[in-house]
């Protein structure tokens, strides 16, 4: 995550919170995220406030797009200094499990919303929760079935091991030209879609659910395997060139769509997705798959959880007010929007997809045995050191041994 100086992050704040901001009397809610100024999501913010506007006609929403890449960043800054939006937007997992203590427990505000929505355990820590889930996000292996075909190969028959998708590899690489993987780890992002995406055909089954459970075991064989093997992958030149200065979002995604690599491990939801791949390759061949097995007794599955969500500040003047627009947030109409417009896969349950082709049918039917996906398991300071170490293993200055025994010191200091 880039460094911002305090100034320059309250410059970001707008006018995010203040003695005059109290929803109670008219009044004003401030709302931080990264999605709001897209405009795949326009039609999802608009129905949204529409929705809390029928509510609370008497409160303004004022929506501040922030940049992804400095956002926890400016978030954190201006929190510190007291000028922190009221709602606010998180990933699952160790960004929003490391802020809890700023936010307010939303148990007491979203109980009619439990059964419609799912994710929830993203966004819970020590049992209580802290934001609602807006959609389901995952790392599935998506892969051109055009490239397959060219190839001479199945392209409903995907490998299901290790070897036989390295041979697979080799056939493409060999027959069209393609790379194995389209690979962006410029910001340290890529080694955390690895992990999600093939970990659980390297991990053992009760490795995996202890992972999760955070009984990581750092000397097991198998949790090397994993750095191991990104960077076997690296050496043997099965990612595009220059995976170390390529940006994931959307550098490493345009590889892929341009036929220049053959896999992409990507997101399920609203971008670097199948809606996004089908624009490119053609919803009909955009293949989705699990990961292959490379230990014996692995259980490969999609790895997915909450992904985004909406969560509500401390500070909030009216907490049970700022829970009613995230409620808005994630209500059915707007979910739909978002999912019609943007390709996310809802959180809603009740949100037909049934329409968007085999790609999603496929994603869809995997999330009934799916796992939580395993880097969202770790805290915020682990995943960004992996991130580093992942690009000193694939420039060949760290070994693996040391990425594993930093990452482990790491965790279990908690």
């Not at 409160?59 to 200094?81: D, N």
């Not at 995406?197 to 009760?206: D, H, K, T």
């Not at 880097?375 to 200055?397: E, F, N, P, Y």
Request: glycine share 12%; charged share 20%; aromatic share 8%.
């Amino acid at each position: 995550m880039l460094g911002v100086a305090l100034g320059v992050a309250l410059t970001g704040c707008g006018s995010a919170a203040g003695p005059d901001a109290s929803p109670k009397s008219g009044g004003r809610l401030v709302v931080w995220d990264w999605k709001s100024g897209e405009s795949t999501a326009a039609s999802y913010i608009s129905r949204a406030k529409a929705d809390f506007a029928r509510k609370h006609p008497d409160v303004t929403v004022e929506f501040v797009a922030q940049p992804f890449e400095q956002y926890y960043t400016l978030l954190g800054a201006a929190v510190q200094a007291g000028k922190g939006p009221d709602v606010m937007l998180f990933n699952g997992g160790g960004q929003i499990r490391d802020r809890a203590d700023s936010l307010v427990p939303l148990d007491g505000y979203v109980g009619a919303d439990r059964q419609r929505l799912a994710g929830w355990a993203a966004f819970t820590k020590d049992a209580r929760t802290y934001a609602a889930p807006v959609t389901l996000q995952g790392h599935p292996v998506y892969y051109n079935k055009a490239l397959y075909r060219k190839a001479g190969l199945d392209p409903e028959r995907p490998a299901g091991t290790w070897a036989e998708f390295l041979s697979n590899c080799e056939t493409i690489a060999s027959r069209t030209g393609a790379r194995c993987f389209a690979q962006g780890n410029k910001e340290g992002i890529g080694i955390q879609f690895f992990l999600s995406g093939f970990g659980s055909g390297i991990l053992s089954p009760q490795e995996y659910d202890d992972w999760v459970a955070g009984k990581r075991n750092w000397a097991s064989p198998n949790v090397r395997k994993v750095f191991a093997l990104w960077k076997e992958i690296g050496d043997r030149g099965l990612n595009n060139d220059g995976a170390n200065s390529t940006a994931m979002f959307n550098d490493a995604f345009a590889v892929f769509n341009s036929g220049k690599a053959a896999h992409v491990i990507g997101l399920m939801s609203d971008v670097g997705h199948w809606k996004d791949f089908a624009e490119f390759i053609g919803a009909g061949d955009v293949g989705v798959t699990k990961a292959p097995v490379v230990t014996a007794g692995a259980a490969p599955s999609l790895p997915y959880d909450g992904g985004i969500g909406y969560a509500v500040a401390k500070s909030a003047k009216d907490p049970k007010v700022a829970a009613e627009l995230v409620r808005s947030l994630t209500s059915t109409d707007a979910l739909k929007a978002f999912y019609g417009d943007a390709g996310a896969i809802a959180a809603d349950t009740t949100v037909d997809v049934s329409g968007a082709g085999p790609a999603v049918a496929t994603i869809v039917s995997e999330t009934k045995g799916g796992k939580p996906a395993l880097h969202v398991a770790l805290s915020s300071k682990t995943i960004d050191l992996m991130g580093r170490l992942s690009q000193q293993l694939l420039s060949g200055s760290v070994t693996v041994d040391q990425a594993v025994d930093q990452l482990a010191k790491s965790d279990q200091a908690g």
